[in-house]
């Protein structure tokens, strides 16, 4: 059971800080469809590929006394900051979890911005479609966020830039 919170720690660990719950989201989908380990179930939500059991672990962790989760008043909206705790810290030292490359491809990912990482996740939720399809399922889903098709292939480009990191 805990070895799934661990991989989710080892996750916030490598990244330093995850700012927002979507971001966090979309970035353990994204690395759970390039091969990383994570095993939370996702469905596809108004925001994208989005996980009950992910949202669970994290509060699970932050009672447990391991993720600091920190709600920030931003504008007209909270937006929450996510970093793991010296005792989050220590339990992961005695509980390595061994997932080579995660370090690279977080840290790119962290970087990114929540509505790019929106649209490369709905990229890859969609993935048995052909380009085409995906591209037509995104405007039609995705018309609020108004995707163009340069940013689509900009999100396959940069799906094939992260499984580059991984071999």
Same mark, same amino acid.
């Given at each position: ?44 939500? @108004?925001?994208?590929?989005?996980? #009950? !059991?992910? $949202?669970?672990? /994290?509060?699970? &962790? ?6 600091? =989760? ?55 939720? @969609?993935?048995?479609?052909?380009? #085409? !399809?995906? $591209?037509?399922? /995104?405007?039609? &889903? ?6 163009? =098709? ?18």
């Amino acid at each position: 059971m805990l070895k799934d919170h661990a991989k989710l720690m080892k996750a916030i660990l490598v990244s330093g800080e995850i700012t927002g719950r979507k971001k966090l989201q979309k970035m353990i989908y994204i690395a759970k469809k390039i091969e990383f380990p994570f095993h939370e179930r996702f469905q596809f939500h @108004f925001y994208g590929p989005y996980s #009950e !059991e992910l $949202t669970t672990r /994290v509060e699970e &962790l932050c009672n447990m006394g391991f993720l600091n =989760e920190v709600k920030e008043k931003k504008g007209g909206y909270f937006q929450y900051r996510y970093t793991l705790t010296e005792p989050g810290k220590e339990f992961l030292s005695l509980n390595e979890v061994d997932m080579p490359h995660l370090t690279d491809c977080l840290t790119d990912m962290n970087g990114q911005n929540a509505r790019f990482l929106e649209l490369v996740s709905t990229v890859l939720y @969609f993935d048995n479609l052909s380009k #085409e !399809e995906v $591209t037509n399922k /995104v405007f039609t &889903l995705k018309s609020s966020q108004r995707y163009t =098709e340069s940013e689509i292939n900009e999100a396959y480009q940069y799906i094939e830039t992260l499984k580059t990191k991984i071999q």
